[in-house]
């Protein structure tokens, strides 16, 4: 098992240090790139889709995957800012796509998941769901895991196409699963963080909150998951055990959570829709600093660095010192942003709702 596993590290390590594949950078939904940006980035194209956009980007070799509210899946070329090719599922898109080997995977809000030629743009297979997909693909070996209105969470088998098991939870599943070791982790509208068997897909163990529920996908880092909740409250959670390593409480005023933490080091960073970013030091639950937004937000922020990329649903871009939640820079995209920055090769990718899409880098 040990062998098995270092071999996948190693082949997966360089895709996770080149590319941004899935949500969040990587399946244990940290939110964090495998390269640093210029401390003052600038935009090197923007591409008009026509309509909003609420899908994290994927970035992988040349070429960035996106999808939109008219139901559209993008390619669009990284160092061009031109579309490749277009793909139309027929319902809208809020999940980013997921790229493994050769296809790009997403759902849409019909509950159709799709797997999509990354070349041609040109459909592999479909998968239907019970209920609506707002939860975004995540990558493991040999699968996709996703999530469904339909209270399931599925396990498909990428040569089969078919589940190799499925997950009843007691709710919508609206989070995006995250890869936690040998488990799958689920924060779900039934107020439970699950630690779910990612070989069985029997339940290990879990935490359930009274008066709490979760819309935000958990992030993952040595042997503890981090998550907000929609009341307003913040935790860390042990994988094994299910205990609670520390809780914030709402009293705190931090507003609700929708967003997915990023996780880096020792601190983990919350966007919130009380109108602010939070870095959270990761083996206490003290609050290190607050930056004040002029928005609420359910975006998620993303790490790459020493600098955390945030949101905000005015339609500003902030750039914020990892350790002290200082301003280094910011940019007005102008409609709201509900997509988390993608960030890999350099680049950083974000859309937003009246249909911008943004690539900053050096110039």
């Not at 003052?40 to 889709?49: D, G, I």
């Not at 709402?250 to 009380?274: H, P, W």
Request: charged content about 15%; some cysteine.
């Amino acid at each position: 098992m040990l062998k098995y596993l270092l071999i996948s590290l190693l082949l997966l390590s360089p895709a996770l240090a080149d590319d941004w594949a899935s949500f969040r950078g990587n399946a244990a939904m940290t939110g964090v790139a495998g390269c640093a940006l210029p401390p003052v980035p600038k935009v090197l194209w923007t591409y008009e889709t026509g309509s909003g956009v609420e899908s994290t980007a994927a970035i992988v070799g040349d070429t960035v995957y996106v999808g939109t509210t008219t139901g559209a899946l993008l390619a669009i070329g990284l160092k061009t800012g031109k579309l490749k090719w277009k793909y139309t599922t027929g319902s809208s898109i809020a999940a980013s796509p997921c790229v493994v080997g050769g296809a790009v995977y997403v759902g849409d809000e019909n509950g159709v998941f799709h797997a999509v030629n990354c070349a041609t743009g040109k459909r592999l297979w479909r998968f239907k769901t019970g209920d609506k997909i707002i939860s975004s693909a995540t990558p493991a070996p040999g699968v996709v895991l996703v999530g469904s209105y339909d209270d399931t969470l599925y396990c498909l088998d990428l040569k089969k196409h078919t589940p190799r098991w499925k997950f009843k939870a007691d709710a919508q599943v609206h989070c995006s699963p995250c890869v936690a070791g040998n488990a799958v982790v689920i924060a779900g509208c039934d107020g439970k963080v699950r630690m779910i068997n990612l070989a069985t897909g029997k339940q290990i163990t879990h935490v359930a909150l009274e008066s709490t529920n979760f819309a935000a996908s958990p992030a993952y880092a040595d042997g503890t998951v981090y998550v907000g909740a929609l009341t307003g409250e913040y935790l860390a959670v042990h994988t094994q055990t299910g205990g609670v390593a520390w809780r914030i409480a709402n009293e705190e005023n931090l507003g609700n959570c929708y967003a997915g933490a990023a996780v880096d080091g020792e601190m983990v960073v919350f966007s919130t829709q009380g109108q602010k970013v939070v870095g959270v030091h990761r083996d206490t639950g003290k609050i290190g600093w607050r930056f004040a937004l002029k928005g609420g937000t359910d975006a998620p922020p993303a790490i790459a660095g020493a600098t955390v990329y945030a949101g905000s649903g005015d339609g500003v871009l902030y750039g914020l010192n990892l350790h002290t939640g200082a301003e280094i820079w910011h940019f007005t995209l102008g409609g709201e942003i509900k997509a988390s920055p993608a960030i890999a090769q350099g680049r950083l990718v974000l859309g937003t709702s009246d249909g911008a899409i943004f690539c900053f880098g050096s110039k």
